[in-house]
């Protein structure tokens, strides 16, 4: 057994350090923070305590705002985290001295979804406690129905969409091919679509992932089965990833 995990974890040590080092994984992370809490406590400071539902119909849902904003920088540290082997004969380098290409993807991504899953709750505690600070007498707590789920499973969302940035890099090697899909797509396409093909627009992954965090359900799946149906996206993502890595060449 110890043939096996020593390698392992060398693969994550190595991991580790190249996401220490990388400047634009580290800058997106810092990112996903400031800008989902940030704007958040803006937004609340600004208008939250205007008059009830200001911030949306859905109060619960209207505490993670700032999610639109910081899932763009999430996007962003999956996909650079893995764009970063395709530069300058990175790859080739890591498959040197770690020629299991299974071990090497598997470490990737735990090194991927562990940052980004730490990242993820601390940005989404943060973002719920900070911006209901500035709502007034519309405050919901963490006691409060559905709170503590939604605040966890936003964490949870902001780390499956990490994941899944990854995987798409894996396919298409590039990052800019990644941020140039995903974004346009979690900010326009989805609602375009959403209002022209009506309830299936719920099976999207940002749409479907977005529901652990709605007070009520909206359509067909509750909070669960949503960041469900997104882990499977994300899945999907991953697999193809592994199938382009395992067959491409260095």
Known sequence: MSTIALPTRAALHAEWIKMRSLR???????????????????????????????????????????????QIAAI????????????????????????????????KLLAVGGLAFLTGQVTAFTTFLGGQAFMGQYTIGLGDEGALRATVGCGLYLTLIALFAAGLTAVFRSAAATLSILIPFMLIISFVV?????????????????????????????????????????????????????????
Request: net charge neutral.
């Open 24 to 70: 634009g994984t580290s800058v997106s992370l810092v990112a996903v923070l400031v800008a989902t809490a940030g704007i958040q406590m803006l937004t609340a400071a600004a208008i939250g305590t205007a008059e009830e539902g200001s911030m949306g119909q859905d109060p619960l849902f209207a505490a993670f705002y700032g999610l639109v904003f910081g």
């Open 76 to 107: 962003s540290f999956g996909a650079n985290a893995f764009a970063s082997e395709f530069h300058n004969n990175a790859l080739r380098i890591t498959l040197t001295s770690v020629p299991n290409r299974a071990r090497f993807y598997l470490s």
């Open 194 to 250: 959403g209002d022209v093909v009506g309830g299936a627009a719920q099976y999207l992954p940002d749409r479907a992932g977005q529901m652990v965090m709605r007070i009520e359900p909206h359509g067909e799946l509750g909070p669960w089965t949503g960041l469900g149906v997104m882990a499977l996206w994300t899945l999907a993502a991953l697999v193809a990833g592994w199938l382009a890595v395992r067959r491409r060449d260095a």
